[in-house]
């Protein structure tokens, strides 16, 4: 084995020993109740991202059958008749001004649903609440009231509701639900601004685009649709990396966790559908996995940015102090340096466990499309 290949494999070995470690500091008081960060208390995205984190590292390693059906039995005492997923975590007086309810439902219902695919579960209850967005032109329709001006929060959405629905035509052999995302897809190749390559109709600024472009890819790789304007957005992309190869709004202040692990995802996807960019994508990679390194901390986790203020994740509960590490940066740090990694050093590929959710296709699907058919 050549140094360079031991080295880049000491390096993940060495990440995922100390995230490991600090994912079992976040343990709560009880079994499987995991904070988001050492001054929070336990939380049901907690308990989600621990085990979203915790597959991916290896974590589960170490478990039994019954740990982890016990650590699914806890998430999904979480779940509402109607499906949704919810805690006190995102109750009304909990959430951070431009948070809706909506907004807080989908997205901690869908780490929950990320959680339980990890842990080899299923929800108890059906996701009933998808009918809004079945039957011809109900998703369109939806769509078409949503902010494209802040496509970044608008597009979160839209992967929410793609991600239902691809679950309801999985597992339920729904095939209005597949007819759904198709008609959702539709949507967003009718909204691509031709400059960009993003689908946000040219309403958002640039980067607020690339962060809202990035979660629809996923869904376009696992319905086996064309993406189109590849090589704007590529091109695109790269030209938002900061001088310290991070893709935050300032440069010199650790970037920002979901925006750098964004333009990576981008960039790790589309690379592989145009190779005319390989050579621009693996500079801006290794100029990425430089500057990332600024945000781990000496717990084994990671901080969201170096600036000096508080982040939330999305609620008041989740309040981490400026500098601190909390399980989605770390996560989510994690899978941008995997994603580089695999593409620089591919014999680090097997460090990680891919595929348990659309946040890890980083390869074109591969992974995840491999777990889905076994």
Known sequence: MKKEEQSSQGKAKTLKE?????????????????????DNGDSLIASSLAAMLGCFIGYFDALTADDKREWAGHINSFQ???????????SE?????????????????????????????????????????LGQGKMRKWCEGLNLADYWYSSNMMMDA????????????????????RELLDFCDEHINPKTGFHDGGLSETRNAMAGAMHLYPVYILMKRPVLRIGEAIRTTISLQQADGLFGYETGQGGEDCLDYDAIMILSNLSLMDRRHEQAVK????????????????DGGFACHRRNETYYFGTKTTAV??????????????????????????????????????????????????????
């Open 18 to 38: 100390a995230a490991v470690k600090f994912l079992q500091a976040m343990r709560g008081a009880a079994p499987w109740r995991f904070r988001f960060c050492e």
């Open 80 to 90: 509402r008749q109607d499906g949704w997923f919810e805690d006190e975590d995102i």
């Open 93 to 133: 007086k909990n959430l951070c001004p431009g948070y809706r309810k909506d907004r807080a439902l989908l997205h901690r219902t869908r780490h929950a649903l990320f959680a339980l695919n990890a842990l080899g579960a299923r929800p108890r209850h059906q996701f009933h609440f998808i009918r809004h967005w």
């Open 162 to 181: 793609a991600t239902y629905l691809m679950n309801a035509g999985l597992h339920q052999k729904n095939e209005e639900a597949w007819r759904a995302v």
């Open 283 to 298: 500079t801006a990679f290794q100029k990425c996995l430089q500057g990332i390194m600024v945000c781990k901390n000496i």
């Open 321 to 374: 102090a400026a500098g601190k590490s909390s399980l989605w940066a770390t996560y989510s740090r994690l899978l941008t340096i995997a994603m580089i990694m695999n593409h620089l050093y591919p014999e680090t590929r097997p460090a990680w466990r891919l595929g348990a959710n659309l946040l890890e296709v980083w390869d074109g699907g591969t992974g995840f499309i491999r777990k889905e058919q076994t």
